[in-house]
């Protein structure tokens, strides 16, 4: 079979971003300084690169912060109409430390500011996709089960 003879096949964006939570819960939101709402730290894979390293190297080139990260909570099919087909990896960064948060440093300049959210607050912070993903990746984390999800929707 040629090229040419192949079926079609998906070839989607991939991202992965971090889940790091306060003791109370509430989940750590960054504000892009190019979006007009909130969002984890995370951003695009690279070519060659896996979805964990990538999360890896945007925590370190968003926040300045070097850690470790914990299991995959999700992975969302989320295509995106001007975007086209997506597959988005949430995993857990578990909690930081007073001194590790005094450290975040917005080094590259994609974020303006930090804050923790909780759970019922998120819908005032980003799209509803974006809601639906994340409190899918929360129910992921409290049950200790990862999760697929389409559009945010555990199935």
């Given at each position: 079979?040629?090229?040419?003879?192949?079926?079609?096949?998906?070839?989607?964006?991939?991202?992965?971003?971090?889940?790091?939570?306060d003791n109370e819960g509430r989940v750590l939101l960054v504000r892009p300084s190019y979006k007009t709402h909130w969002d984890i730290p995370g951003g695009y894979v690279e070519p060659g690169e896996s979805p964990r390293t990538a999360c890896m190297r945007e925590i370190e080139e968003e926040l300045g912060l070097t850690t470790?990260?914990?299991?995959?909570?999700?992975?969302?099919?989320?295509?995106?109409?001007?975007?086209?087909?997506?597959?988005?990896?949430?995993?857990?960064?578990?909690?930081?430390?007073?001194?590790?948060?005094?450290?975040?440093?917005?080094?590259?300049?994609?974020?303006?500011?930090?804050?923790?959210?909780?759970?019922?607050?998120?819908?005032?912070?980003?799209?509803?996709?974006?809601?639906?993903?994340?409190?899918?990746?929360?129910?992921?984390?409290?049950?200790?089960?990862?999760?697929?999800?389409?559009?945010?929707?555990?199935?």
């Open positions: 079979m040629t090229a040419n003879e192949m079926p079609p096949m998906a070839t989607p964006r991939v991202a992965a971003g971090a889940l790091f939570f470790a990260l914990g299991p995959m909570l999700v992975v969302d099919w989320a295509p995106a109409e001007h975007e086209g087909d997506k597959l988005l990896f949430i995993f857990d960064a578990g909690s930081l430390t007073t001194e590790q948060e005094r450290a975040i440093r917005f080094a590259d300049g994609e974020l303006t500011e930090w804050r923790y959210v909780a759970a019922d607050g998120l819908d005032h912070h980003g799209p509803p996709r974006l809601t639906r993903r994340l409190r899918t990746a929360i129910a992921a984390r409290n049950s200790s089960n990862a999760t697929y999800a389409e559009h945010g929707n555990a199935l």
